[in-house]
């Protein structure tokens, strides 16, 4: 086993790259896939002529200081400067809408995937293609840009996802990881690209609206984990380092989504395993043994980074709205003279809802901060509602706003149990969610009725993913699976912990759900109305 510093000189390193909704997140791991550095940026996205985007100024600046926090990691813990990698890998958030011109400049703001205006497109889309499209897809934005007839529609040259349009800058290559196209339009699994029929018919859709491009030229092509990617060129290592000292050359693997990181992340490639990332955004990610009977509103279908058929349950609202609510808390403490940090105010709250009524004490709590089209909503609006016989404690209240969280990911998990009787062993968690031992997990246990993995191997989240799949490139033997790497080379020796559904908080949950379904109409009139 070498030691970090052998690996930092000998260049056996390994540097992933990730830009989260909330934060730019860089890893850098050594042979043993343990990290060794890490770096990071926070920034949020920005809601502007009623689109959430993110500015490629910002985009660009917060990689530089994300990766110059990590070179500066580097030499306080090991002394020496980082100068070259052995790998490196860029993910992000998937799905939107990044349109360029033929210069490769952007034509509109990036529309990220919380933008839930393309239910047209969606609706005619889902009804032609027969499957289901949802709204943040890449597809379902650029057919709504054609049927609203958006005047850069015209001189549409090439689309690709915020991971493709970095790696596409740092290396000059136009690809995408497999599991990052499977959410700008579907796979045939087959073929492991772009579903051929799908695509022509898409494009006859695209004529009758007036519009004169094809999907097929504009979609970056597709590869899977492990392939070439091609390497750092000296322009991008100037674009991640302007001091100059990071060296071109570096192996890049495929660019992925966070969906397709976070599987790796918990080593959760296999059939019947899946894993819940829960952060602004909450989604499940269920590996299939066989394909689904029909196509489903509120399930994906999308790829492992390998290209095995996944369904995905998104929610566009996760863990932001109880950030806020401790936020408000914390200000309260230091209003009253009792200042506490962020982190222990998370903490004391969280635990406060294990003492609880189990169904929430008759509270319920929505997190829409955004639209939600699980629930077929546009808009959101944060909620609190109680009658006037509930017992209104902070236990319950917390409570209810954890299980608020998690309440939409309910309704679609039971698409996949209930109605397609897909079977799961586990589900892998990870996220700020569940900093806190013991609670959201447990919850979470609960309300998808399902044993619950956490563990510290996914604690530094996508970035340690993309650091993983780098890795996997740059070391890959002849026909190694990578279930088969992650199993012998990085997860080997994982410590985790299992949550088991506990019959009292199953049923609670199951109570707070009807009561949140119920609650839909009064979500609905406060987005009309406010």
């Given at each position: 086993m070498t030691t970090a510093q052998e690996d930092l000189e000998s260049?056996?390193?390994?540097?992933?790259?990730?830009?989260?909704?909330?934060?730019?997140?860089?890893?850098?791991?050594g042979a043993d896939a343990q990290p060794l550095a890490v770096g990071g940026y926070g920034w949020e996205n920005q809601y502007v002529d009623?689109?959430?985007?993110?500015?490629?100024?910002?985009?660009?600046?917060?990689?530089?200081?994300?990766?110059?926090?990590?070179?500066?990691?580097?030499?306080?813990?090991?002394?020496?400067?980082?100068?070259?990698?052995?790998?490196?890998?860029?993910?992000?958030?998937?799905?939107?809408?990044?349109?360029?011109?033929?210069?490769?400049?952007?034509?509109?703001?990036?529309?990220?995937?919380?933008?839930?205006?393309?239910?047209?497109?969606?609706?005619?889309?889902?009804?032609?293609?027969?499957?289901?499209?949802?709204?943040?897809?890449?597809?379902?934005?650029?057919?709504?840009?054609?049927?609203?007839?958006?005047?850069?529609?015209?001189?549409?040259?090439?689309?690709?996802?915020?991971?493709?349009?970095?790696?596409?800058?740092?290396?000059?290559?136009?690809?995408?990881?497999?599991?990052?196209?499977?959410?700008?339009?579907?796979?045939?699994?087959?073929?492991?690209?772009?579903?051929?029929?799908?695509?022509?018919?898409?494009?006859?859709?695209?004529?009758?609206?007036?519009?004169?491009l094809s999907l097929t030229a504009l979609l970056p092509e597709v590869l899977a984990a492990g392939a070439d990617a091609g390497e750092l060129t000296a322009g991008g290592a100037a674009l991640l380092d302007p001091r100059g000292r990071l060296q071109p050359g570096a192996p890049m693997c495929p660019p992925e989504g966070d969906a397709g990181t976070g599987m790796v992340a918990t080593n959760s490639v296999a059939p019947r395993t899946g894993n819940i990332s829960a952060g602004t955004s909450i989604f499940a990610m269920v590996v299939l043994e066989r394909p689904l009977t029909g196509a489903h509103r509120e399930l994906d279908l999308v790829m492992t980074p390998d290209g095995a058929p996944v369904a995905m349950v998104h929610c566009n609202n996760g863990a932001s709205e109880l950030d806020a609510w401790v936020g408000l808390f914390c200000e309260f403490a230091a209003a009253a003279g009792a200042p506490v940090e962020r982190s222990q105010a998370f903490g004391t709250l969280f635990r406060a809802a294990l003492d609880g009524?189990?169904?929430?004490?008759?509270?319920?709590?929505?997190?829409?901060?955004?639209?939600?089209?699980?629930?077929?909503?546009?808009?959101?609006?944060?909620?609190?509602?109680?009658?006037?016989?509930?017992?209104?404690?902070?236990?319950?209240f917390m409570r209810a706003q954890l299980f608020g969280s998690l309440a939409t990911l309910r309704l679609g998990m039971d698409v996949l149990t209930d109605v397609e009787h897909?079977?799961?062993?586990?589900?892998?968690?990870?996220?700020?969610?569940?900093?806190?031992?013991?609670?959201?997990?447990?919850?979470?246990?609960?309300?998808?009725?399902?044993?619950?993995?956490?563990?510290?191997?996914?604690?530094?989240?996508?970035?340690?993913?993309?650091?993983?799949?780098?890795?996997?490139?740059?070391?890959?033997?002849d026909g190694q699976r990578l279930s088969d790497f992650l199993d012998a080379e990085v997860f080997g020796d994982a410590a985790l912990e299992t949550a088991e559904p506990d019959p009292a908080d199953v049923a609670g949950f199951a109570a707070y759900t009807d009561r949140f379904v119920a609650a839909l109409p009064v979500q609905r009139a406060a987005v009309e109305h406010t």
């Open positions: 260049g056996r390193t390994y540097l992933g790259i990730e830009l989260g909704s909330t934060r730019i997140k860089a890893v850098l791991v009623r689109m959430w985007t993110y500015s490629l100024e910002a985009v660009w600046d917060g990689i530089r200081q994300c990766y110059a926090a990590l070179a500066a990691d580097v030499t306080d813990r090991y002394g020496v400067e980082l100068t070259t990698v052995g790998g490196l890998g860029v993910s992000a958030m998937m799905h939107g809408y990044l349109a360029l011109d033929a210069d490769g400049e952007l034509l509109v703001p990036f529309r990220t995937w919380r933008n839930t205006h393309t239910g047209p497109a969606v609706e005619r889309l889902s009804e032609e293609l027969g499957v289901n499209i949802p709204h943040r897809w890449s597809v379902a934005h650029v057919f709504q840009a054609v049927l609203d007839g958006e005047e850069h529609v015209g001189r549409l040259a090439s689309l690709t996802t915020l991971a493709g349009y970095v790696h596409r800058r740092l290396t000059g290559r136009p690809v995408l990881g497999v599991g990052d196209a499977s959410g700008m339009f579907p796979i045939d699994s087959a073929t492991g690209t772009y579903d051929a029929a799908l695509l022509a018919r898409t494009d006859e859709l695209v004529a009758e609206a007036g519009a004169h009524e189990p169904d929430g004490g008759g509270l319920v709590a929505f997190n829409y901060l955004s639209g939600e089209p699980i629930t077929e909503l546009e808009e959101g609006r944060p909620l609190v509602l109680r009658s006037p016989g509930c017992t209104f404690s902070l236990a319950n897909v079977r799961l062993d586990r589900m892998f968690a990870h996220g700020g969610l569940f900093t806190t031992k013991g609670v959201a997990q447990r919850f979470l246990a609960a309300a998808i009725d399902t044993p619950v993995v956490v563990g510290d191997i996914a604690a530094e989240g996508g970035a340690w993913g993309i650091a993983v799949l780098a890795a996997f490139r740059a070391r890959r033997t």
